[in-house]
């Protein structure tokens, strides 16, 4: 079953037990994360290349984005967080790819704003074999086009699910990183930047090994 089936199940799932208020309120937010990705998956504001930014890894440390590239074809994956089923999905379809990408050279960073004491659980929950870091004050996210202002409406409905932003990011703030996938070239130039405005939509990981695998394929020695 392809991510997109499944994603789009997760969507079906909870819309028929969604009642008017809770579905208005997804419509609502979707319209507003539309001035950051197009329908057909396109990040509107894209940088031409990577910036570089401080991550922070499970035990504290900080990594800098373009020292994790080192010049490699790469992936940067960007994840609402573990408390979200459509990440937690997409962060398993995603590692269905890992082996044959990591292999031969490419680099996959899974990036979430979830403060980095919960990584190393989520992290063995869903049987991740890339780096998972957060981005602390979600710069990155804010840099490559993706960081979206949580809607009052959506706060409300957080809330009454349990999960306060606030305090399980490491921003302590109100915004979340649309499920947003960049592929990067070894020099640092962004040749996919792909997200919906909808988290019930992704870049399949097929679509991601080959791309980048046709990169690395550019880059062998003659």
Not at 87 to 105: C, D, I, P, Q, W
Not at 150 to 158: E, I, R
Not at 212 to 218: D, I, N, T, Y
Request: proline fraction near 6%.
């Amino acid at each position: 079953m392809s991510l997109n089936t499944k994603l789009r199940f997760l969507r079906d799932s909870m819309s028929r037990n969604a009642g008017p208020k809770v579905a208005a309120a997804c419509e609502q937010a979707a319209e507003i994360q539309a001035s950051l990705a197009s329908e057909d998956g396109t990040v509107l504001k894209c940088p031409k290349t990577v910036p570089d930014a401080m991550l922070v890894a499970a035990d504290g440390s900080e990594v800098s984005v373009l020292d994790l590239i080192a010049g490699k074809p790469a992936a940067l994956l960007f994840f609402r967080g573990d408390w979200c089923p459509y990440s937690t999905t997409s962060m398993r379809a995603y590692e269905e790819v890992r082996a044959a990408l990591t292999e031969r050279g490419a680099v996959l960073v899974g990036i979430t704003p979830r403060c980095h004491e919960a990584l190393s659980a989520a992290v063995a929950r869903n049987l991740l074999g890339y780096l998972l870091l957060t981005d602390p004050e979600q710069k990155l996210a804010e840099a490559m086009g993706v960081r979206a202002r949580v809607t009052p409406a959506m706060v409300g409905l957080f809330k009454s699910h349990g999960v306060d932003l606030a305090a399980m990011n490491e921003s302590a703030d109100w915004s979340l990183p649309l499920e947003a996938t960049f592929l990067i070239d070894a020099d640092g130039a962004i040749f996919c930047a792909n997200a919906y405005p909808h988290p019930a939509m992704r870049l399949e990981p097929s679509e991601l090994r080959d791309r980048l695998l046709a990169k690395l394929e550019r880059h062998l020695p003659a």
